[in-house]
Nanobody
């Protein structure tokens, strides 16, 4: 069974940086797409960034140029480097994964509906 564990959240001031990590285990044969999502209180879940089975990255417009998604060579650890953080970036950040690459691309790789596996989340708080 696939398990995802996020880490690296915390509190920073506006303009600061954080790096989130997601450790994946239980992968079976096949390549997995992985993504970062966030949800703030009272708001809908939002796709932040994702990387597909070919290693191609996709970003939400709100984070382009500030956030960078990456994976280690074994594709077991997903990272999100977040720079120039703003209060609007405050949210619970979740890691997600799924092997159904064609489905994810069909529904939208930044739409959480396509992902079967989710972590518990890590909180990011940005103060002004």
């Amino acid at each position: 069974q696939v398990q995802l564990v996020e880490s690296g959240g915390g509190s920073v001031q506006a303009g600061g940086s954080l790096t989130l990590s997601c450790a994946a285990s239980g992968y079976t044969n096949g390549s997995y797409c992985m993504g970062w999502f966030r949800q703030a209180p009272g708001k809908e879940r939002e796709g932040v960034a994702a990387i597909d089975s070919e290693g191609r990255a996709t970003y939400a417009d709100s984070v382009k140029g500030r956030f960078t998604i990456s994976q280690d060579s074994a594709r077991n650890t997903l990272s999100l480097q977040m720079n120039s953080l703003q209060p609007d970036d405050s949210a619970m950040y979740y890691c997600a994964a799924d092997s159904r690459s064609e489905l994810l691309h069909f529904v939208g790789i930044l739409r959480g509906v396509g992902y079967r596996y989710w972590g518990q989340g890590t909180q990011v708080t940005v103060s002004s």
